[in-house]
DNA sequence: TATTGTTATACTCTATAACTATA
DNA sequence: TATAGTTATAGAGTATAACAATA
């Protein structure tokens, strides 16, 4: 692949993702959950209860960051704060009976727009997209 | 695919993408252009001047928005202003010498992390991920 | 009447800095 | 001294609303 074909390809996958960002802000803008929110609660949800600074490390934020995204969730009554047991400074976060049950009500992947869209794909294009979305994790960690 | 399984992953590639912004994010904030700058400037360069209202369309924004991300290029005098000949409304902004000679150096593909980085995956990583790129782009679209 | 662009204002997301408390 | 968290402040990126000029 020359430099040219590289530096081109790259710029489309900018642009890809930029487009995809938007989008999702429009989406979420009228009732539901930002992307990170969406995956901060699918994280508790899938692995539990977790400190505000493991969430930051998981999302590539700054713990003050996170604060900011878990104050809304808790505000919204979806995660609550929970002192931890023997270590005094952290608090764990996890999900309300009303975040789970939205957890439960969501997964059945059939409320938001892009999951209809990525379900309206074929099973090869899934295949690359998801496969798409490790290499970004590793690429991203460099 | 399973209902559980689709949002799984639609949930690791929302991550993914969230990791990426960041990343792009912070390795620009210490000196090159944001995501959309980079995009923009590409678009002018590989396809000549454009109105605001193109740019917008094209990046999935509003004119407004675009306006204000122009007017920062323009700040740093990497792209101008030039009247439409025929339509008084219009603007046509086309990069500058300056800005030309930012996408030479650039066009080597060798300044940016993320270049760099895809630079090193293997030919069929970079297949998935450009593959995807467009996948993304139709999913937008919807 | 529709389109292009501008200006003013505000919101979302995330960062930096400074601090407290605990380990 | 290092880690977890909070509070305060600021910045980037984008949106909405209201407007002027031109088509």
Redesign the interface.
């Known amino acids: ?1 020359s ?2 074909d ?19 802000r429009a989406v979420a803008a009228s009732q539901e959950l930002s ?2 929110e ?2 901060v609660m ?1 994280r508790l949800d ?1 692995e539990g209860p977790a400190t505000i600074a493991d969430l930051a490390r998981a ?3 700054k713990p003050q960051s996170m604060g900011t995204t878990i104050a809304a969730l808790e505000e919204m009554d979806l995660v609550a704060r929970k002192p931890h047991p023997t270590d005094g400074r952290q608090m764990h976060i996890e999900l309300t009976d009303k975040g789970i049950a939205l957890r439960k009500t ?5 409320r ?10 074929s ?1 090869s ?2 295949k ?10 590793r ?2 960690e ?1």
């Open positions: 692949m430099p040219k590289l530096e081109i390809a790259v710029i489309d996958l900018t642009q890809a993702i930029g487009l995809m960002v938007r989008r999702m992307m990170t969406s995956v699918a899938k999302e590539g934020m969501t997964g059945d992947a059939k938001t727009w892009l999951t209809q869209a990525i379900a309206e794909l099973e294009e899934r690359t997209l998801f496969a798409a979305s490790d290499i970004i994790r690429l991203v460099k």
